[in-house]
């Protein structure tokens, strides 16, 4: 039986090091007690930005300096508590810079009312000031926001109340990170293990086709068993999105979570009409996972199981983190050089150990550090995909922060999923070279990135219409409960799967283990990325240096510019339905290579 790792078993050098941010938990109270005493002194500053522009000028830079602290802090408590969900201490920090936030919001909440009022013409002025060049983009988001920015006492209000609006996030990562218990199911060989969402993929993947259905089963039904907790909660979560939306005269809370990003509605319903029509190709490839599996009726829990193959990678993080420089390398000899610093300088949390979060992230808000990478690494592929996936956020985060001021460093979500999946693409593009000869390798690691295109592209964008519908049943005055959302849920599932999959009637509580819907209207940004990675990988690949220079800019740039724009300067233009279209065109390239294969092994 595998054996739970805990904290103190685990080598140090597989453990990040948080000393970097903070030399010890003494050094975070002394930075949180200066950023409550900082928020203090800039509310003060309330009703002096019509006194000049250097009083504007010195109002920015003190709210940047507060600001880089605070996120410095919030990291440090964030990760610490993930270490040990059930630790009080740091379930206690991690709390308190949440209820920070809110004060730190209070506190700066004056500014955006108070320039929107200066004389017309002021704010575009201090655009074009060299003065202002680190707070260009700053000032121009607040322009842009001028028909959704409230007088300053309203704002205040908002900012007061944003972390009781948080309070059901928080309160469903304490259930299924920490209260949650599943329970033991069927492991290999017939033995039990613990069952955890960490655990969850590698079994799916057992080739065991009853450990399989147990995990997938044995899950499903266990979240189902807090199914209205669960549905309160999200309902809670949506609310609040409407809540802050109208408030801010929107239309809706999918207008206000992409306006701020400068991301026309049209790309999400585009992305969503483009796969709708890239279904029948999914179905087709899944019609050839059932037969390579050789089961009479593809089910749910069979979606990630990989059928017998001589071909397998089993490396531990060590050999991992070599097979990532290799793949990488195209990226340049000082993309090398600079990631090759990641394992050895502890950036990264390597194992899985009770209690820890489960899941991967790279977290690079702390802004005068290195960033930081959390995995619960297993010695497969998916844990080397994932290692090359986190280290290109990693990268991301360390490029940004070196060439960006600390006001435009921070990346947006529609961007951040663009060098993480290139890198993945990378990765499979150098295994399959290094194994050109090997046709159980090229099985393998072709089915390796379909299953990632099925997951990515497929998968998040179905899960970006849940949370779609889901708002728009709350806006429309419809209850959430959890009858109705996992109704909704389960017919989503008939639509993308029901064409070569049994779709298990367990599949309708899916949606209550997916924390990604506690961030709204992120998840279509995995999909979006995932096709601009596609053709900027291709080009990567192709040896084209004009485009890797441009994606090496690309890294660059932080949030200088509108995320849009950003990825246009990297060579790919998301307006469009194009770039989506064209994955869509090479998944369906891919199946064939892949019938082909299987074909030619009989």
């Known amino acids: ?116 009022a200066l004389e017309e013409g002021e704010i575009e002025k201090m655009i074009a000031d060299p003065a202002f060049a680190e707070y260009d983009r700053y000032l121009s988001g607040v322009l842009r926001m001028k028909a959704h920015t409230l007088t300053a006492s309203e704002e205040k209000l908002m900012a007061m109340a944003s972390d009781a609006c948080n309070a059901a996030a ?49 899950i499903m039904n266990g979240y189902n068993k807090f199914g209205n907790t669960i549905a309160a909660t999200y309902a809670g979560q949506v609310k609040a999105d409407i809540f802050n939306s109208r408030a801010h005269r929107f239309e809706s809370s999918r207008q206000a979570a992409m306006f701020p990003d400068e991301i026309d509605e049209k790309v999400y319903d585009s992305l969503i009409e483009a796969v709708h029509g890239g279904i029948g190709t999914l179905n087709e490839y899944l019609s050839v996972k059932k037969e390579q599996l050789g089961v009479p ?48 300088e502890r950036w990264i949390d390597v194992y899985e150990t009770k209690n820890k979060r489960s899941g991967a992230y790279s977290c690079g808000s702390a802004y005068r550090t290195t960033p930081y990478v959390l995995l619960n690494h297993k010695n497969t592929y998916d844990g080397l995909s994932t290692l090359c996936h986190e280290m290109g956020h990693a990268m991301h985060s360390f490029y940004s922060n070196k060439n960006q001021p600390f006001a435009k460093a921070d990346y947006t979500i529609f961007v951040a999923e663009v060098a993480s999946t290139c890198n993945e693409i990378l990765l499979s593009e150098y295994l399959r070279k290094q194994y050109a000869g090997n046709k159980q390798a090229q099985i393998a690691l072709i089915g390796s990135l379909l299953q990632h ?44 799967y029901g064409g070569a999959c049994k779709v298990d009637r367990e599949v309708a509580y899916e949606w209550m283990r997916i924390p990604h819907f506690y961030n709204s209207f992120y998840v279509y940004k995995y999909a979006t990325s995932f096709c601009a990675a596609v053709t900027l990988s291709r080009g990567i690949l192709n040896g084209d240096k004009e485009k890797l220079a441009a994606y090496r ?30 994955a869509l065109d090479y998944f369906a390239e891919l199946v064939m290579q892949y019938q082909n294969l299987l074909s030619e092994e009989g």
Request: negative net charge.
């Open 1 to 116: 039986m595998e054996k739970e790792l805990t904290r103190e078993t685990v080598d140090p050098r597989y453990t990040w090091d948080l000393t970097r941010i903070y030399a010890s938990d003494e050094a975070w109270e002394e930075a949180f007690a200066s950023v409550k005493a900082q928020a203090e002194a800039f509310a003060k500053r309330a009703g002096t930005l019509s006194h000049g522009r250097e009083a504007v000028l010195d109002a920015l830079a003190a709210m940047m300096r507060m600001d880089e602290t605070f996120f410095a802090l919030h990291a440090y408590a964030m990760m610490k508590n993930n270490e040990d969900s059930t630790n009080a201490k740091y379930q206690a920090m991690s709390d308190r810079a949440g209820t920070l936030a809110g004060v730190v919001a209070a506190a700066c909440s004056f500014m955006e009312p108070e320039l929107l």
């Open 170 to 218: 928080t309160a469903y990562e304490m259930l299924s990170y920490a209260d949650m218990n599943l329970g033991k199911t069927r492991g290999e060989n017939g033995e039990k293990v613990q069952l955890t969402d960490a655990r969850l993929l590698s079994l799916l993947s057992s080739k065991d086709r009853a450990v399989r259905k147990a995990a997938y089963t044995n």
């Open 297 to 344: 009726v593809l089910h749910m829990y069979d979606l990630y199981a990989e059928a017998e193959n001589s071909f397998e990678i089993g490396m531990d993080v060590e050999e991992a983190f070599k097979v990532f420089l290799k793949a990488v390398k195209p990226l340049g000899e000082d993309y090398v050089k600079d990631a090759s610093r990641a394992l050895p």
């Open 453 to 496: 295109f099925r997951t990515t592209v497929f998968r998040q964008t179905m899960f970006a219409e849940f949370e779609y519908k889901a708002h728009c049943m709350a806006e429309s005055g419809e209850s959430l409960t959890r009858d109705s959302l996992s109704a909704m849920y389960y017919d989503l599932n008939k639509l993308y």
């Open 553 to 582: 800019r690309f890294l660059t740039l932080g949030g200088s510019m509108a995320p849009i724009e950003e990825l246009k300067v990297a060579g790919v233009d998301m307006s469009t339905p194009k770039p989506v279209c064209d």
